[in-house]
């Protein structure tokens, strides 16, 4: 996902966001006009319970409101993970509103189940409100949770999981109303009771969800979702550390992984950089945070292990040759230094190398190291004289006719300081081994420079015939 569309996304979410947050603020206020006037009309504790609820709904879905807004700000110097456990706080608020409305209403019930009767007038009104009142809260609970698992907002699911359980308020506070008609007024008070009870428990329920957001509990099964999806990235070898902090809607991941200690860097990045789209692809808004670290990996070669600790001394190693000689190893290898290096300081950076091998490598008898001097450079050229070149081209050309399925493909012809200097192009079948391809190549090679004495450098690129 590009920047752009990014940014895009994150300013849909958080307009979806708040406006399914205002609707729940607007039918909060809707069902407790509506409740407390009819509970204050009909006597019925029941539904006076109901409007108290309802009320702490209102501050409740209001809080929220506020809170959803604050939990979407980016981070700040003060707030470098973000304003995301607002959300948390404001789920935790409201926990502790549900427990003192329970308080209450359970308070009042036994008051009423003990004392003197309380008339209550059972009319339409009375079950009008609280029908209306089931209808609003299936509408914006399924509403809330709906945006709560796109963006991954406690708040919000807070929010649905509170008006969902009013729904089972509302059907045992109607049921009370039916009994109270047909002769049982202690119904009422039971079901304010029983009502209390379920928001009891759910409170519970919160704010457990509550109290483990705040202490930075990893969701159920995200910690094995991340280890499997890492897991079967190619060039991982293994997950090292893994450390996942929910925050609002995101979750901040750092992660450790062992990378094959010989792996170049830019093959390194691009494994931390596949890691990294593979965990946002299945979670979308994780904050990730990929280090590497050099391992030894399962399919780390002998010759992999050597190149790895000549490079400890920021040089490489060319021309490994192991020998296995009476169940010892007998390394030759070539090390080249910058230009200039003198002998004494490159006889000793070899002598360090040679010492770390045998100190790392189980087996090895003996570590000999040929010192070379690095080469690369622009040399002055310039193209050979017709004469000359055509007559190095046609011995080329008799060369390689020589080999069996060998063509010549193109050819360039160079006149440097200490002779020519053939850039050959030639084709092979397809069907040789690397080693026999090589093979042909030197023996190329070879006839060239002992076949004219002003050909003193030769470059051949093989490539197979189509």
Not at 37 to 54: K, P, Q
Not at 244 to 266: H, M, W
Not at 288 to 313: F, M, N, T
Not at 417 to 446: C, F, N, R, W, Y
């Amino acid at each position: 996902m590009t920047d752009q569309h990014h940014t895009i996304a994150h300013r849909e979410m958080i307009a979806e966001k708040r406006r399914v947050a205002m609707t729940s603020v607007i039918a909060a206020v809707f069902l407790t006009g509506m409740k407390l006037g009819v509970g204050l009309w009909t006597g019925s504790l029941g539904i006076l319970s109901e409007a108290l609820h309802s009320g702490l709904d209102l501050l409740a879905a209001t809080i929220t409101f506020f809170a959803v807004r604050v939990a979407d700000r980016p981070p700040d110097e003060d707030h470098q993970f973000g304003h995301g456990k607002i959300e948390n706080l404001s789920a935790l608020f409201e926990t502790f509103l549900l427990l003192l409305t329970s308080v209450w209403i359970l308070y009042e019930a036994w008051e009423r189940l003990t004392g003197e009767a309380v008339h209550i007038q059972v009319n339409f009104w009375a079950f009008a409100v609280i029908i209306i009142s089931i209808g609003v809260d299936i509408s914006r609970s399924r509403a809330l949770m709906r945006i709560a698992k796109k963006y991954d907002s406690q708040a919000l699911e807070a929010d649905a999981l509170h008006f969902s359980t009013d729904i089972f308020s509302s059907l045992v506070v109607l049921i009370g109303l039916i009994s109270v008609m047909v002769g049982f007024p202690e119904a009422d008070s039971i079901a304010a009771a029983i009502v209390a009870l379920i928001v009891i428990w759910i409170s519970l329920r919160l704010g457990k969800r509550t109290v483990d957001g705040l202490l930075d509990r990893v969701p159920p099964g995200i910690q094995q979702t991340v280890t499997t999806i890492v897991e079967e990235i190619d060039g991982v070898e293994s997950i090292r550390r893994m450390r996942i902090r929910p925050s609002g809607g995101t979750l901040f991941i750092n992660l450790v992984i062992g990378i094959q200690r010989t792996t170049f860097f830019d093959r390194a990045h691009g494994i931390v950089d596949a890691v990294e789209a593979a965990v946002r692809e299945v979670l979308p808004r994780a904050d990730l945070i990929v280090h590497p670290e050099p391992v030894i990996g399962v399919r780390e070669k002998l010759a992999d292990k050597i190149e790895y600790l000549v490079r400890q001394s920021g040089l490489t190693a060319h021309n490994v040759l192991l020998l296995w000689v009476n169940d010892q190893y007998y390394i030759e290898f070539d090390i080249e230094y910058p230009q200039g290096t003198p002998f004494s300081e490159a006889h000793e950076i070899a002598s360090i190398v040679e010492n770390r091998i045998l100190r790392e490598i189980p087996n090895v008898s003996d570590v000999r190291i040929h010192l070379e001097e690095d080469t690369t450079a622009v040399l002055p050229a310039r193209p050979a004289a017709s004469a000359e070149r055509d007559h190095v081209i046609q011995r080329a050309s008799d060369v390689i006719a020589a080999h069996a399925g060998c063509g010549l493909r193109g050819i360039d012809v160079f006149e440097i300081e200490e002779g020519l200097k053939l850039s050959i192009t030639i084709t092979l079948p397809a069907s040789l081994t690397l080693q026999e391809m090589h093979a042909i190549v030197d023996q190329i090679e070879h006839a060239l420079l002992a076949g004219e004495e002003r050909i003193c450098s030769v470059f051949i690129h093989a490539e197979p015939l189509d």
